[in-house]
């Protein structure tokens, strides 16, 4: 399960340093073609990602843990439904500042808002990975069987061969590029 397991850790890192760089971008020129891209990262990428995760590796993961009389990834399932909601408070500010023609105090307010929530989502979402990668890897490393490995990458196939399309640059997709 190793191979399994690097790549579920190298695409937690990619999704980081991609919410990082999209965050700052943001923050320093909210009016800018940033915000889109931040959207569309948020939307496409990250949701996708904790949807597909819940799908593909959680009920492999309960599976595993031997004795256990609950659902053992319950809570990281909470977890994935703040940054749902979270999603939904970055893109409601992105919005409101876009829509709303804010001005003056109104606009201050609102990038002060903006700039919470997505220091909110990034430290909730580190925590989260951090999480996964202490429990959830290590059970995968020590207690599934090779043969499983093979399946489970193929399930998660296209989640980890996204590209970093959110980091800032040209060449992202045009869901991430201002129209």
């Known amino acids: ?13 990619e999704i980081l340093d991609a ?12 009016e800018g073609s940033h915000r889109f891209r931040l959207t569309g990262f948020l939307r496409h990428r990250l949701l996708r990602h ?3 995760e819940e799908r593909n590796l959680y009920g492999l993961v309960d599976r595993l843990l031997p004795n256990h009389c609950m659902n053992s990834t319950a809570a990281m399932a909470n977890d994935h439904r703040f940054v749902e909601e979270q999603v939904s408070r970055i893109d409601a500010a992105l919005m409101a500042d ?8 109104a606009r201050h307010a609102n990038r002060a808002e903006l700039e919470r929530l997505l220091v ?15 429990v959830y890897v290590t059970v995968l490393r020590c207690c599934a069987a090779d043969q499983m490995e093979s399946e489970v990458l193929r399930r998660m196939q296209r989640v980890f061969d996204e590209k970093a399309a959110a980091a800032p640059s040209e060449s992202a997709p045009a869901a991430y590029r201002e129209k």
């Open 50 to 52: 904790i949807h597909d």
């Open 98 to 105: 876009r829509l709303e023609n804010l001005r003056g105090s």
């Open 19 to 30: 919410l990082d760089s999209l965050s700052a971008a943001v923050i320093a020129d909210a």
């Open 120 to 134: 909110e989502l990034n430290a909730v979402l580190r925590l989260h990975l951090q999480k996964e990668k202490q």
């Open 1 to 13: 399960m190793n191979q399994m397991s690097d790549r579920i850790v190298a695409h937690h890192e």
